[in-house]
């Protein structure tokens, strides 16, 4: 086995949607602001390499939008997911597998685009499935007032009008995956039945954290974003998550944040706190 981190460029959102009731004062010594109180974030997406298949998790927000939706977010994308894939020598049409960790646009939005003359839409990956959870989906296909939003029906039905859609059954808050050295974790508090993976690499556990952990800025359990939907559930399940990744020494990857690629958190007085933050590279060669 071997995993690549996918960088698919920045995009900006306020500073303080993502930190909800923490102040200003207090989150921006970590993620600090634009003159428009905007932050940068990354969308940093994970590909595994795993005999025969090609998973990739995750795919950045893509380019199929209008130019008055990326207007509002600012992209940088000088690092698309395309690039990023032939520079490693791998094509779209060679990912046998998407994980997709949620249905929220800059999540999914890479994986489907325009055809040639722009008249359909179609999924990047031709030969690939996709794999949701089925609680996710239906909460995404008929979305309350809330995330309305953030689900774009252009970037999820064409998943299942292609055939190519799959589901990961969720059994629990824990459950295997349909891979080798894989599990996932199920979440609530960001939006119904997040899929947090679990890969077991090199005799270290990987998590991909996905919205659950955006930023190493995001540690402390108050600092949750104010696009989770049930803001108190996912204080404890990152409390509880926490706790085991001190305890497991568990690796970090980042999906949000612009600056660190990984991180290591620790049990203080105060309590889980960071511990270092590091590159892919630098923990796994």
């Not at 508090?189 to 899929?195: D, F, I, L, P």
């Amino acid at each position: 086995m071997k995993i690549y981190p996918i960088e698919t460029g920045t995009f900006k959102l306020d500073g303080g949607a993502m930190f909800g009731v923490v102040p200003k004062s207090l989150w921006s010594k970590t993620n600090p602001a634009d003159d428009n109180n905007l932050c940068t974030w990354s969308m940093r997406c994970l590909l595994i390499e795993d005999g025969n298949k090609l998973i990739l998790i995750d795919t950045g927000i893509g380019d199929k939008q209008s130019e008055k939706f990326f207007s509002h977010y600012y992209l940088a994308d000088t690092k698309t997911l395309e690039q990023s894939l032939n520079k490693l020598g791998f094509g779209l049409d060679q990912i046998t597998d998407v994980f997709l960790s949620h249905l929220h646009f800059d999540h999914c939005g890479g994986a489907v685009k325009w055809n040639s003359d722009r008249t359909k839409l179609e999924t990047v990956f031709k030969n690939a499935i996709y794999w949701s959870t089925e609680n996710h989906w239906n909460w995404a296909t008929e979305p309350n007032s809330r995330e309305k939003a953030s689900f774009l029906s252009e970037n999820i039905l064409p998943l299942q009008e292609s055939g190519q859609l799959k589901f990961i059954q969720r059994t629990g808050n824990y459950t295997k995956s349909v891979f080798n050295n894989f599990d996932v974790l199920f979440v609530d508090g960001h939006t119904e039945s997040m899929m947090i993976p679990h890969i077991h690499y090199q005799d270290k556990t990987l998590v991909f954290m996905a919205d659950l952990l955006p930023s190493t800025g995001h540690i402390p359990l108050p600092y949750v974003m104010g696009y989770d939907t049930r803001p108190l559930i996912t204080m404890g399940e990152k409390g509880e998550f926490l706790n085991q990744a001190a305890a497991k020494e568990m690796v970090l990857f980042l999906e949000h944040d612009s600056v660190n690629e990984c991180c290591l958190v620790e049990q203080t007085e105060k309590g889980v706190r960071l511990k270092d933050h590091m590159t892919f590279s630098s923990i796994f060669g």
